[in-house]
């Protein structure tokens, strides 16, 4: 299944202001700041100009950002300080987002900042999209079994009441893969979704980048078939079940080595619990792309994802990768061919296949070719051309002076002001 259809790439922008609302932005490197990183820097290269209003922190960055950041207040989520809930914007952030004039709201959370943005925009005419990349609604499983005074369905039920109020207020909703938009859909939220994929830079992610003296560098002999993750550690990646896979191999006698990259709240647990496993805590760059090529078998079991940022870049590091069959790998993962998709949550399954694929180099082999294959699909640039080509549609279907209703004069500016 291609994620493409026969949009063109590379629809025009250059003129265009896009004001670009997120949860995160540059305080934390994860799938979805990357990702809005990427698409500030493909819009800004061809013209576009990007104001970015996003939590910060007094910390040092994660990432060196792209684009004009305005920061949102923000307090953080509790029990989960790396996370930042906004509280709304502030008064030198609505200055600046009126003098910015955006002929297009963009806004990838619908947290209450994201609420104030939808408001502000409707209220002026200003056409509003929002892109769909976090699963809220299984994040919160998580929430309830650690919070047991909680139910689960008064949780979802509230969730989804408050999605269909958001979303069905914008005129386009970017959803990551089809299996998310028929999630949607049967949730009473129908209008405008479009799926838009994220991508891979295959060059920096690749095969090539295996490397004989990194994996004895790191304890990997060279007949080590190594077992990898690559993510955020924490539960909501059901690293539970991850866990429970490598002791199972270990008690089985089946010869393994296993890889952990990243951090998180759940590392101290793991390393206690797989002390045979190497913790290389969070790569980035060169670093990051000799651990993927020189793995051979990707574990991801996370049913939480919109779309596997980290699944793909395995993929096209030659990985035959076995994940959750859940949104977020259905779209990436051929079953049987690039790897494998386990029932959620079943550790039985999950370890059949893996174990399948480390007594098996012929498979592996098959199955890398296949995955590297699957994965040059997901060229970055047609990824970000593709969003272009939805933003296009919005404007192409206003008037003029609707799709840039505030290409005005500086008294006309104020009249609508003080109207509004």
């Given at each position: 299944?291609?994620?493409?259809?026969?949009?063109?790439?590379?629809?025009?922008?250059?003129?265009?202001?896009?004001?670009?609302?997120?949860?995160?932005?540059n305080h934390i490197s994860d799938g979805v700041a990357l990702t809005l990183n990427r698409?500030?820097?493909?819009?800004?290269?061809?013209?576009?100009?990007?104001?970015?209003?996003?939590?910060?922190?007094?910390?040092?960055?994660?990432?060196?950002?792209?684009?004009?950041?305005?920061?949102?207040?923000?307090?953080?989520?509790?029990?989960?300080?790396?996370?930042?809930?906004s509280v709304g914007i502030s008064r030198k952030g609505w200055s600046r987002l009126?003098?910015?004039?955006?002929?297009?709201?963009?806004?990838?959370?619908?947290?209450?900042?994201g609420a104030q943005a939808l408001k502000w925009a409707k209220s002026r005419q200003i056409p509003v999209v929002s892109s769909f990349h976090t699963h809220f609604t299984a994040y919160l499983k998580y929430f309830a079994e650690y919070n047991p005074l909680y139910r689960i369905d008064f949780?979802?039920?509230?969730?989804?009441?408050?999605?269909r109020w958001f979303y069905t207020q914008v005129e386009h909703i970017y959803v990551p893969s089809p299996s998310i938009g028929d999630e949607l859909r049967?949730?009473?939220?129908?209008?405008?979704?479009?799926?838009?994929?994220?991508?891979?830079?295959?060059?920096?992610?690749?095969?090539?980048?295996?490397?004989?003296?990194?994996?004895?560098?790191?304890?990997?002999?060279d007949r080590d078939v190594v077992v990898s993750y690559v993510g955020r550690l924490v539960w909501e990646k059901n690293l539970a079940i991850f866990a429970e896979v490598i002791e199972k191999l270990s008690a089985a006698g089946i010869a393994h080595k296993s890889l952990v990259v990243g951090d998180g709240p759940a590392?101290?647990?793991?390393?206690?619990?797989?002390?045979?496993?190497?913790?290389?805590?969070?790569?980035?760059?060169?670093?990051?792309?000799?651990a993927?090529?020189?793995?051979?078998?990707?574990?991801?079991?996370?049913?939480t994802e919109t779309f596997g940022n980290v699944t793909l870049e395995a993929m096209a590091s030659g990985l035959p990768a076995v994940c959750a069959n859940a949104s977020g790998s259905d779209l990436l993962v051929?079953?049987?061919?690039?790897?494998?998709?386990?029932?959620?949550?079943?550790?039985a399954a999950f370890l059949e296949h893996v174990s399948r694929l480390i007594s098996d180099h012929l498979l592996r082999e098959t199955f890398s070719r296949a995955a590297r294959e699957r994965a040059m699909a997901f060229e970055w640039n047609n990824i970000m051309g593709h969003l272009a080509s939805y933003y296009q549609e919005i404007w192409a279907d206003r008037p003029d002076d609707q799709a840039d209703p505030f290409h005005l004069s500086s008294a006309e500016r104020r009249i609508r002001k003080a109207v509004a």
């Open positions: 299944m291609s994620p493409f259809t026969d949009i063109p790439v590379h629809a025009p922008v250059a003129g265009r202001r896009i004001a670009l609302f997120a949860g995160a932005y698409l500030v820097r493909y819009l800004e290269s061809r013209g576009a100009k990007v104001l970015i209003f996003a939590p910060t922190t007094n910390r040092p960055p994660a990432l060196d950002h792209n684009g004009t950041l305005i920061s949102v207040p923000s307090i953080p989520v509790p029990g989960r300080s790396d996370y930042r809930l009126e003098a910015f004039a955006p002929n297009l709201v963009h806004i990838a959370t619908p947290d209450y900042t949780l979802e039920n509230t969730a989804w009441r408050y999605g049967s949730h009473g939220i129908t209008n405008g979704i479009r799926v838009w994929a994220r991508g891979v830079d295959a060059e920096r992610f690749s095969p090539a980048h295996r490397c004989q003296e990194w994996r004895l560098t790191h304890g990997f002999a590392r101290d647990t793991l390393t206690g619990r797989l002390q045979d496993t190497v913790f290389t805590g969070p790569l980035e760059g060169t670093e990051l792309a000799a993927y090529a020189s793995s051979d078998v990707f574990l991801f079991p996370s049913d051929l079953d049987g061919k690039t790897g494998y998709l386990a029932p959620p949550r079943n550790t």
